[in-house]
């Protein structure tokens, strides 16, 4: 089975979906697991690491149709200092809006990094309709896609998996909404706070 590293490249790393993601697949991988926060980490240090496991599980956000900023220094410093030992790369990302394939470009350029740099392409699964989704009953339909996806990855298989909620635009948009404003509400931030461009200004 081999072991399996779990790097989470989410930009707010220790609160963020990507982390309950992962945690969710270190569940069901049957060997060994090491989860770690790109975030904060020494680079060359996860680099080494790279080199030391069998699979690598890319967990991540959507950002701007592409990859976050901790993934893209990641996979630079990966190229400039290269592990001997090539593992699999197999990618779980999220996204918020509802449609999964919003996704598809991000994990085009995972796969085109791992072309270019000799890395055995992995299997992946694309997530949609935000970070909500693991807190409604629509949880099971993400739980299932995960173990697909573990599954794929442990038989060596080269598979792409998708999900979201079972909603349509109007509904997920509707949920989304209020799913927001509750949540901004119970932290004693308004809708107009929301609408400013402050991300986070006491974040990581
Ligand atoms: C700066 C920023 C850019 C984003 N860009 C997109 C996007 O292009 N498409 C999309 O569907 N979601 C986008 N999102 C939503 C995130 O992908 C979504 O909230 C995700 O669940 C966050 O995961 P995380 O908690 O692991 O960081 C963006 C979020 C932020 C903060």
Not at 48 to 70: I, K
Not at 102 to 110: G, I, K
């Amino acid at each position: 089975m081999g072991e399996l590293l779990i790097l989470n490249g989410s930009p707010r790393a220790p609160r963020s979906h990507s982390r309950r993601l992962a945690d969710l697949a270190a569940g069901c991988w049957k060997g060994n697991t090491v989860c770690r926060d790109i975030l904060g980490a020494d680079l060359n240090g996860l680099c080494a690491e790279t080199g030391r496991a069998s699979h690598v599980l890319l967990v991540f956000p959507l950002y701007a149709d592409a990859l976050p900023v901790p993934l893209l220094k990641f996979l630079t410093a990966l190229e400039e200092s290269p592990p001997q030992s090539r593992p699999v790369v197999s990618v779980l990302i999220n996204c918020g809006f509802l449609e999964p394939h919003q996704n598809d470009v991000a994990v085009e350029m995972v796969r085109l990094f791992c072309r270019q740099n000799g890395y055995p392409l992995g299997s992946a699964l694309k997530i949609g309709s935000g970070e909500a989704i693991l807190d409604t009953p629509f949880r099971f339909l993400v739980s299932r896609q995960v173990r697909r996806l573990v599954r794929s990855m442990s038989r060596g298989a080269c598979r792409t998996f998708s999900v979201t909620m079972p909603l349509t635009r109007r509904q997920f948009v509707s949920a989304s909404t209020a799913y927001w404003l509750r949540y901004g509400r119970s932290r004693g931030v308004t809708k107009s706070q929301m609408e400013t461009m402050d991300i986070e200004p006491d974040g990581p």
